[in-house]
């Protein structure tokens, strides 16, 4: 049997295999907060709890809006079982170039470069509103809104000097 050493094994991802989602209460989510329905990262719009019933558990009536595609899902749990909660980031890039194939040349304030984010395919215009604005020549920088895997573009503006 060949000795193990450490150079066998690949340490060069931060990634500790964290979870993409977190566990709360369904009866903690609040509105503005964000939760998970049918495997949707969604921010939750409106919720509201019926009373304790025949059978004993007060549910919650949740409705969401999927931050990614901006569609609109509804759920009920009873309010002291669990809920999924998507770990969400926002980050902010400069805005390098945008490929022919409508990825982007993204750069974070300590100059690492990344190519994995595509144009956004929602809402209907956004992508096509970006690249016009790059076209301009002006510096822009973009928020970039990442959740269970799942990364895209949120937002715009120009950078100011």
């Given at each position: 049997?060949?000795?193990v050493t450490v150079d066998d094994y690949d340490f060069s991802t931060g990634d500790a295999?964290?979870?993409h989602v977190m566990n709360s209460e369904a009866g903690q989510i609040r509105v503005g907060g964000h939760m998970c329905i049918k495997d949707?990262?969604?921010?939750v719009s409106q919720v509201s709890t019926s009373k304790t019933g025949k059978h004993g558990h007060a549910k919650c009536n949740f409705t969401a809006i999927d931050i990614f595609t901006g569609k609109k899902y509804e759920d009920i749990i009873p309010s002291t079982h669990t809920a999924q909660i998507p770990v969400v980031k926002r980050?902010?890039?400069s805005l390098v170039d945008i490929q022919d194939d409508g990825f982007l040349s993204l750069m974070t304030e300590g100059g690492e470069m990344r190519e994995d984010v595509k144009l956004p395919p929602y809402p209907d215009n956004f992508a096509r509103e970006i690249q016009t604005a790059f076209n301009t020549g002006k510096n822009y920088s973009v928020c970039v809104v990442s959740a269970m895997g799942h990364d895209q573009v949120v937002s715009i503006k120009e950078e100011t000097a």
């Open positions: 049997m060949a000795d295999g964290a979870s949707h990262p969604c921010k980050q902010e890039f």
